[in-house]
Structures are given as structure tokens and as C-alpha cells.
């Protein structure tokens, strides 16, 4: 198998899902229904308005609804949802003891979005040197 049809396999699952997820909003927003994310939950207003399935649909793909919702807050294009949770990966500490050039390209991808935690995650990336910001001894 190509390289190419390598790419066309690997990259339509990404893309449907957000589709779906934009669907979900789509048709969350068609039935007057408001959705926010607070805290670790998606708040769904009026909740009495949202049916059953609907409500199972968001539970199902409740990470990408809440990057998506998060985008929109601050206004970032579709694209940039993946970074969300890059950056979350960033200060979790899952890049701890990453390479330069690793680093080089999480600090590439997160600069140019302005979200709180995009610039949370370059802050961190900039205060370490491949140890998570603790320092080599």
C-alpha cells in the first residue's frame, strides 16, 4: 500500500468526526438549544428541549464536542480544535523529556492560537529543556 492511500485511510475518521460533531451543534442550535462547556460538563439549556438521542450523541463524542465548543468560544476555526488537546497534553505532562525538535514543533503549531491553554502549554514549553520545566540533574 502507497503512502498515498495510507493518508486517505488515516484521515477521513479525523474529518468525519468533526463533520459529526459540527451536525451535533447544527442540530443542537436548530432546536433552540444552547450548549457550554463549564468545567468537565456540557451545559445544555434549555435541557427539557433535547431529546434523548441527541443528549446520548453528545455523551458519545463529549471531548470533541467540548474542543469544538471551546473553539468557538474564542472564535478559532475548525482546525485549530486538535491543538486544544495537544495543549492539554503539553500540560499534563505527556511531551515531559521530548526532543528539540518535538518541542520546536508543539511550540510552531500552539503559537499562533490564541486560546488560554495553547499559551499556557508554550509558557511551559519554553520554561523546559526536555524535562517538563524540572531541570536535569
Given at each position: 500500500m502507497?503512502?498515498?492511500?495510507?493518508?486517505?485511510?488515516?484521515?477521513?475518521?479525523?474529518?468525519?468526526?468533526?463533520?459529526d460533531?459540527q451536525a451535533?451543534?447544527?442540530?443542537?442550535?436548530?432546536?433552540?438549544?444552547?450548549?457550554?462547556v463549564?468545567?468537565?460538563?456540557?451545559?445544555i439549556?434549555?435541557?427539557?428541549?433535547?431529546?434523548?438521542?441527541?443528549?446520548?450523541?453528545?455523551?458519545?463524542?463529549?471531548?470533541?464536542?467540548?474542543?469544538?465548543?471551546?473553539?468557538?468560544?474564542?472564535?478559532l476555526?475548525?482546525?485549530?480544535?486538535?491543538?486544544l488537546n495537544?495543549?492539554?497534553?503539553?500540560?499534563?505532562?505527556?511531551?515531559?523529556g521530548?526532543?528539540?525538535?518535538?518541542?520546536e514543533?508543539?511550540t510552531i503549531?500552539?503559537?499562533?492560537?490564541?486560546h488560554?491553554?495553547?499559551?499556557?502549554?508554550?509558557?511551559?514549553?519554553k520554561?523546559?529543556?526536555?524535562s517538563?520545566?524540572?531541570g536535569?540533574?
Amino acid at each position: 500500500m502507497g503512502v498515498g492511500t495510507q493518508k486517505r485511510l488515516e484521515n477521513p475518521p479525523l474529518k468525519r468526526s468533526m463533520s459529526d460533531v459540527q451536525a451535533i451543534l447544527t442540530r443542537a442550535q436548530r432546536l433552540g438549544l444552547h450548549l457550554q462547556v463549564e468545567g468537565e460538563r456540557i451545559a445544555i439549556a434549555p435541557a427539557r428541549l433535547c431529546p434523548p438521542e441527541l443528549l446520548a450523541t453528545i455523551r458519545e463524542h463529549k471531548p470533541e464536542v467540548m474542543f469544538l465548543l471551546e473553539a468557538r468560544a474564542y472564535h478559532l476555526p475548525p482546525d485549530c480544535v486538535p491543538w486544544l488537546n495537544v495543549a492539554r497534553q503539553v500540560l499534563d505532562g505527556e511531551f515531559v523529556g521530548c526532543g528539540n525538535s518535538t518541542r520546536e514543533s508543539l511550540t510552531i503549531g500552539l503559537r499562533g492560537i490564541r486560546h488560554p491553554l495553547c499559551q499556557q502549554a508554550l509558557t511551559r514549553l519554553k520554561g523546559t529543556d526536555g524535562s517538563g520545566g524540572h531541570g536535569k540533574t
